[in-house]
């Protein structure tokens, strides 16, 4: 039965709330938004550092401000969107990969204990990853479009999500 029900509810965990689904789509815009080889590499290191955050959930390793960091990762990405701010790549690297660490923990803490572990984790990865295509489409046909300010509008959205969530936390 785990392995029946790992994969649909680890692709299901990510898809199942507006902290995941703002953040995720939010790292596909930014790397778009700023191009070049953030378009591959941010989401990559997203992903990537989730997995061990995922790992470190199941394994029930104790990561504090779990919740808080996610809730950062919604309202930071927003910001940085709307405001169109270009980092350094290793900044922009190791600032989504701290987020990816706060996401890949909850994904691993809620894996239904009748889930595979490995079956759940391919699922929230496979999650994970079209919600950042999601959002690299997006930013590039907004871009192709002539529309920059799109991608900046879908950032203000985001924030507005983030403060949300922070006031409803």
């Known amino acids: 039965p785990g392995h029946t029900h790992g994969f649909p509810n680890g692709l299901a965990h990510p898809l199942t709330g507006l902290d995941h689904i703002c953040a995720m789509v939010a790292v596909g815009l930014w790397a778009a938004q700023r191009g070049g080889r953030a378009l591959w590499l941010v989401p990559s290191v997203f992903v990537s550092v989730m997995i061990l955050g995922g790992a470190l959930g199941m394994a ?39 987020f990816a660490l706060f996401h890949g923990y909850a994904h691993g803490v809620e894996m239904p204990g009748s889930a595979s572990g490995l079956a759940y984790g391919l699922g929230f990865v496979a999650a994970t990853a079209s919600l950042h295509l999601l959002g690299i489409g997006t930013g590039l046909l907004a871009q192709r479009l002539g529309s920059a300010r799109l991608v900046r509008y879908a950032g203000g959205a985001i924030a507005a999500c983030g403060v949300y969530l922070c006031l409803s936390v």
């Open 60 to 98: 029930a390793v104790s990561i504090p401000f779990v919740e808080p960091g996610i809730v950062a990762s919604v309202l930071v990405l927003g910001v940085l969107i709307a405001a169109a701010i270009r980092l350094p790549l290793p900044v922009s690297a190791l600032l989504v990969g701290v």
